[in-house]
Structure formats: structure tokens, C-alpha cells
């Protein structure tokens, strides 16, 4: 399968409907639901979440000239913010030159939280005998998904953590494919009440953290000099490196810069049925977790002046499990995308968020974030004038440039390119 497919913007929703049926493994029944703008039935909505009144729509784009780990991908996107799914595609497509991104995740380990109760004296006893029935403890957590441990995944580890008036014991749990809280809850509150009797102890909450500060995923592109150079002229490295240079001197600007990111990240979320909040969540924990926010990218020149950029990040994504599986897009999206494990997709996600990163500074540096805005609502304005083909951009266009952007110009350019090319 190769991403790179030249004028997908240009075509209609057929077209584009079929080269993911070329491409990707998705069914008739599946393209039909694309085709008819239906995402889900009632009765699907009414079992995952309460009161349903009826189905929300967002649209669903496709970033194209994804290769990651030299592998092609398409890249399903839900998301209400123009531009961005263009932006990740031109970023792509530089990166692409230079062979794609690189890119790597951990493992798929995610923290459960016990807060227990202890102070004083009897802290130190209290912690011996957790320590003391650490085996005993782990299986217990384990017992409580068979088909996790069956794939390799549980309970692995725990970590006793210290805080004025009580302490916290974090379960470490391998969620292979799935996104994990779940798993994670259910052992938390099962192993709470064994605590609870082994070291005559009172338990408070127990939850999933969502700083998954063991499940990084980091990616890697070069977006070569010349390539850049010839579109924007001489410096351009050195101005998106000073633009990133701001966000890490600025946590005003840092935030920004990482909002930047989740807008791939969330899309992407969004299109596979994951929990973007846990992702945000995570994601700006990360940033400042040495104290203060930072940018989750870097930048800096190779030896022959090429920029490179990287990102590390916390993203928990899952492919099993929660609506990832009964939400019928989410399934439809992860099968465009075409990804193995979930490990896979942050590979591709974290690519992502680096791609849709970098065009954001290349944007800022050059033309102006408005400036991708202003040609997609000049279309728009163009369409409604009556605009037909290639007359779009051209009314598109020559409103941007003559700074006019409203529908009495659109109509008057409009007549002047029929008198013209009569
Ligand atoms: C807009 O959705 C995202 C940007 O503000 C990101 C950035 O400023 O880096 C353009």
C-alpha cells in the first residue's frame, strides 16, 4: 500500500472512498457506512453512554504520505478544526522524502493507584508486609483478567510511593492491546481489600494514573534543508528552531505548541474510539514533569544543516476493548489504519502529533497560521458564489490576494474568469 496519492483533496467522496477500498482492508458494509454518513445506530449509542438522544458527527479526513518505520499508512482523523489533516499530509510528505519517520514505543505498562491510609510509626510495618506478600498480591491482580495474562500482559510489578499522611502503592500492569483502565480498576480494587487484611490497614482510592510515564512512544523525521529552502527561502531551518526555542523558554507558548500536537493526537483518538482526555491528560502531565510545562518536540540541525525534530510523549491508546471495538467507525478506522498492536498505533500517532507539530511551526515562521485558514474559507465562499472545478481555487485565490474574502467579490471574480476564458 503506498500513502503518497497525489490530488486525494481533489477528489470526490467516491473516489477517495475507493482508493481505501484499493488500499486498506475494510468491507463493502464498512465503505457503505462511510458513504451514507451514518457512524453508529441507536441501539449502539443507547449501551455506551446513558440518556441518548442520537448520534454526534465530526467530520473524518485522511492524512496521506504517512511512511513510519517504513511503512506506509493512512491516517484516519475525526476532528472539527480545518486545516489540520492538510498540515499533517504536507509535513508527511517532506518527512517522506527522507525516509519516513522513525519511530519507537514502550512497552505497554500502565500505573494503578492505592492510596492507603498509614502514618507515623506503623507506616514502615505496614509496607514490610505488602513487600513481604508482593507474589501473592500480583497474582490476585492477575486472577482478575486470565485473557490479559494469557497474552502475555498483568500485573508485573509494585512501587511504594510517600506523601504526608498516607502512602501509595502503584500496580504495575502490562495492558498489551488494550488501553487498560479497566484491567487496571478492576485489579486495583481487588487486591485494595487483601491489603486491607494483610497489613490491618484502612484503603482509600484506587484508580488508573494517567501519567503513563512507562508507556512513551518517541518519533524521529529529518525535513530536509533544501527541500524547505527552495519552498521558503534561505534561514527557514533556523526560524522554526527558534519558533520551538520559544516554547521551551515559554510555558505560555510551550502550551500552545503541545495543543498543536493533540490536534493529530485526538484526531486520531477520536477516529479510533480512544479516550483523548486520558491522552491530554497524560500528554500535559508529561510536559511538566520535571517541574516546569515544556514542549513535547525538539528540533535542531544535523550536520548538513537539516532540521530534525522529536517527540516523546505519553500515549495510551488501545485497540481491543472499550469502544474501540463497538463503535463501528472506530473499528473502520482502525482497519484503514491497518495497525497490529497498540504499541503500533502510538508508533503512528506519535508521528503524528510530530508531523502536525513541525507544519504548525513551518506555518508560524512562514505565511501565518490564518493564511491555511483564510484558503479554506475562501473556497468556501468561492463554492457558495457558484464557483464550479478549478474555478474554486482560482476565486480562492485572487480573494486572498487582493486581501477580499466575501461572497460579492467571489461573484465579480468569478465573472471575470468566465468573460476570460470564453
Ligand atoms: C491551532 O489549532 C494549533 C496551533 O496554534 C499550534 C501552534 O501554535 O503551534 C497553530
Redesign the pocket.
Known amino acids: 500500500m503506498a500513502s503518497n496519492i497525489s490530488g486525494f483533496y481533489k477528489m470526490s467522496q467516491e473516489e477517495r472512498l475507493e482508493v481505501l477500498k484499493q488500499n486498506c482492508k475494510i468491507s463493502d458494509e464498512e465503505l457503505h457506512l462511510l458513504k451514507e454518513l451514518k457512524p453508529m445506530d441507536f441501539k449502539t449509542a443507547d449501551i455506551m453512554i446513558e440518556n441518548v438522544v442520537g448520534v454526534f458527527g465530526l467530520p473524518l479526513g485522511i492524512a496521506t504520505n504517512f511512511v513510519v518505520n517504513g511503512k506506509d499508512y493512512l491516517i484516519p482523523m475525526a476532528i472539527e478544526?480545518s486545516s489540520?489533516v492538510a498540515a499533517a499530509s504536507k509535513a508527511a510528505k517532506i518527512a517522506r522524502l527522507s525516509g519516513g519517520f522513525k519511530a519507537d514505543a514502550n512497552k505497554q505498562h500502565m500505573i494503578g493507584q492505592i492510596q492507603i491510609m498509614v502514618k507515623g510509626k506503623k507506616t514502615n510495618s505496614v509496607i514490610k508486609k505488602i513487600r513481604a506478600n508482593k507474589k501473592a498480591l500480583l497474582e490476585k491482580a492477575n486472577a482478575c483478567d486470565k485473557v490479559l495474562v494469557s497474552f502475555g500482559g498483568g500485573a508485573k510489578d509494585l512501587i511504594i510511593r510517600h506523601f504526608e499522611g498516607f502512602i501509595v502503592l502503584h500496580l504495575i500492569v502490562d495492558v498489551r492491546d488494550a488501553m487498560g483502565a479497566n484491567a487496571i480498576n478492576t485489579m486495583c480494587e481487588t487486591i485494595a481489600p487483601e491489603i486491607e487484611k494483610i497489613a490491618n490497614c484502612r484503603t482509600g482510592i484506587k484508580i488508573i494514573s494517567n501519567l503513563a510515564v512507562y508507556r512513551l512512544a518517541k518519533a524521529k523525521a529529518v525535513f530536509t534543508k533544501h527541500l524547505l529552502e527552495e519552498e521558503s527561502g534561505k534561514g527557514i531551518v533556523d526560524e522554526i528552531i527558534k519558533?520551538w526555542k520559544f516554547?521551551l523558554a515559554d510555558p505560555y507558548?510551550a502550551v500552545?505548541?503541545n495543543?498543536?500536537?493533540m490536534?493529530g493526537i485526538d484526531a486520531i483518538a477520536i477516529a479510533t474510539g480512544n479516550d483523548f482526555r486520558a491522552l491530554e491528560a497524560g500528554a500535559h502531565g508529561y510536559a511538566c514533569i520535571k517541574g516546569n510545562y515544556k514542549p513535547l518536540t525538539k528540533y535542531y540541525k544535523d550536520k548538513n544543516g537539516n532540521l530534525i525534530g522529536e517527540i516523546t510523549m505519553p500515549l495510551q491508546f488501545g485497540i481491543v476493548g472499550g469502544s474501540t471495538r463497538v463503535n463501528p467507525m472506530a473499528k473502520l478506522c482502525l482497519n484503514i489504519l491497518g495497525v497490529k498492536s497498540a504499541q503500533e498505533l502510538a508508533e503512528v500517532a506519535a508521528s503524528v502529533g510530530l508531523a502536525?507539530?513541525f507544519a504548525?511551526?513551518y506555518?508560524?515562521s512562514t505565511k501565518g497560521?490564518q493564511y491555511g485558514h483564510m484558503k479554506l474559507h475562501a473556497k468556501n465562499i468561492a463554492v457558495q458564489a457558484g464557483a464550479k472545478n478549478y474555478e474554486i481555487d482560482a476565486v480562492a485565490e485572487a480573494m486572498i490576494s487582493s486581501k477580499s474574502i466575501n461572497e460579492a467579490s467571489a461573484k465579480e471574480i468569478l465573472k471575470k474568469i468566465r468573460r476570460d476564458t470564453l
Do not use: D, F, S
Open positions: 478544526e489540520v519558533a516554547a507558548r500552545t505548541h495543543k498543536g500536537i490536534n502536525q507539530n504548525a511551526l506555518a508560524l497560521i
